[in-house]
């Protein structure tokens, strides 16, 4: 998965194919050699600041690590930041979720990342995200049981 912003750049560490226009990435098949997900987002030719959240749509991580700080918008990403979650061992059912990225040149006001954490749907923090100089990336992905 490949998310391109600007002169900024997200993906995950284990390449799964490019994105439909909808942001729909091509699904994967848990197996014995899968045992979770990294994402890595880095900056391109120069610092970006980049806040954002991966959300689960449906199924469930092994463990839900701390999303990194560096990705609170608030402190220019210089060098790739990665974030990883471990799957179950015995995936029963899709696991689906959604990454979504705010990019800007500027920080991010403090009171919009607090913001992100209380939202309805996925829609809504698509707008919380959104501002001027914003560019907005989202992808969905989607693990299916073997």
């Known amino acids: 998965l490949a998310v391109e912003f600007g002169d900024a750049r997200a993906a995950l560490r284990r390449p799964l194919g490019e994105a439909s226009a909808a942001g729909e990435v091509p699904a994967l098949r848990a197996g014995p050699d899968l045992c979770g997900i990294e994402v890595e987002v880095a900056p391109g030719v120069k610092p970006a600041y980049v806040l954002g959240r991966l959300m689960p749509v449906s199924g469930r991580f092994a463990a839900r690590p701390p999303w990194p700080t560096e990705l609170s918008g608030s402190v220019a990403l210089e060098g790739p930041v990665r974030w ?9 059912e899709p696991i689906e979720y959604r990454l979504i990225l705010g990019v800007a040149a500027d920080p991010f006001a403090t009171t919009k990342a607090a913001r992100l954490d209380d939202f309805e749907s996925l829609g809504e923090l698509e707008r919380r995200l959104a501002g001027p100089g914003v560019t907005i990336v989202s992808r969905r992905h989607r693990i299916d049981p073997p």
Do not use: E
Request: aromatic fraction near 0%; charged fraction near 35%; hydrophobic fraction near 35%.
């Open 84 to 92: 990883r979650a471990p799957i179950p061992r015995r995936v029963t």
